[in-house]
């Protein structure tokens, strides 16, 4: 059973320029949640989507950022306009069902470069 | 809001010996889940264990071991018979228990060396 897949792994961008990230949840898996990770920082909720549905998104800037999980395909999170501070880790993680504590398994991440 | 707390950046261990690694947290919960994840350096997240707070019975998988103290909200992690492949961060996570919560709040981690 694959895990949670994230690509790109790297990615670099220049100051202005459009970062799309994708995650692909477990198999069987239906809630992903993304969350960010700056240097040397723990990692800090950004959103929570179901499929074609935003649950939570009180984690995420207001401005440039966006997250999609379409019926078909990856869940994308999208950041318009980078700039330096949005160079980051950025995980994935997914779930089968949410609430009780379920265990959130997380992607390798994808490292966000900007110049 | 909930708070997580790694007071030790970093450790250092021998391979074969045991290391304790600290966690604190705050909340006014009484129903959560707590969480060690580790994060070798492949940056990959992988849950090392997880523990209910409705269970008095601490976790344990294989070789890690949890110290969960509700009333001192307390959950240390103790690795025993450390190997080198056991070297990484380690974070400690927290989630509110019940309806709709679903968010990790993780403390800054501690960064575990085990030394040939």
């Known amino acids: 059973n694959a895990g949670v897949m994230q690509n790109p792994r790297h990615l670099v961008r220049r100051r202005g320029q459009e970062a799309r990230l994708r995650c692909s949840p477990m198999k069987g898996h239906s809630h992903v949640y993304w969350y960010r990770q700056l240097p040397e920082e723990g990692l800090k909720f950004m959103v929570y989507?179901?499929?074609?549905?935003?649950?939570?998104e009180s984690g995420m800037p207001k401005e440039r950022f966006s997250a999609e999980f379409p019926k078909e395909g990856p869940s994308i999170l999208r950041i318009q306009q980078v700039v330096r501070g949005d160079s980051a880790a950025y995980f994935c993680?997914?779930?089968?069902?949410?609430?009780?504590?379920?265990?959130?398994?997380f992607g390798p991440g994808t490292r966000l470069t900007v110049l | 809001a909930q708070t997580v707390t790694q007071s030790q950046p970093e450790m250092s261990v021998q391979e074969a010996e045991t290391v304790t690694l600290s966690c604190t947290y705050d909340?006014?919960?009484?129903?959560?889940?707590l969480f060690w994840y580790k994060q070798p350096p492949s940056r990959q997240m992988i849950l090392v264990i997880r523990q209910e707070a409705y269970k008095q019975q601490n976790a344990t998988e294989n070789r890690f071991s949890v110290n969960f103290q509700k009333a001192a909200k307390s959950f240390s992690l103790k690795i025993s018979d450390s190997q080198l492949g056991d070297t990484a961060m380690y974070f400690c996570a927290f989630m509110k228990s019940g309806g709709s919560n679903y968010k990790l709040t993780f403390g800054k981690g501690t960064l575990l060396t085990v030394n040939p």
């Open positions: 909340t006014s919960e009484n129903n959560y889940y």
């Open positions: 989507l179901q499929k074609e549905n935003i649950i939570d």
């Open positions: 993680a997914s779930s089968p069902q949410t609430g009780a504590g379920d265990t959130q398994y």
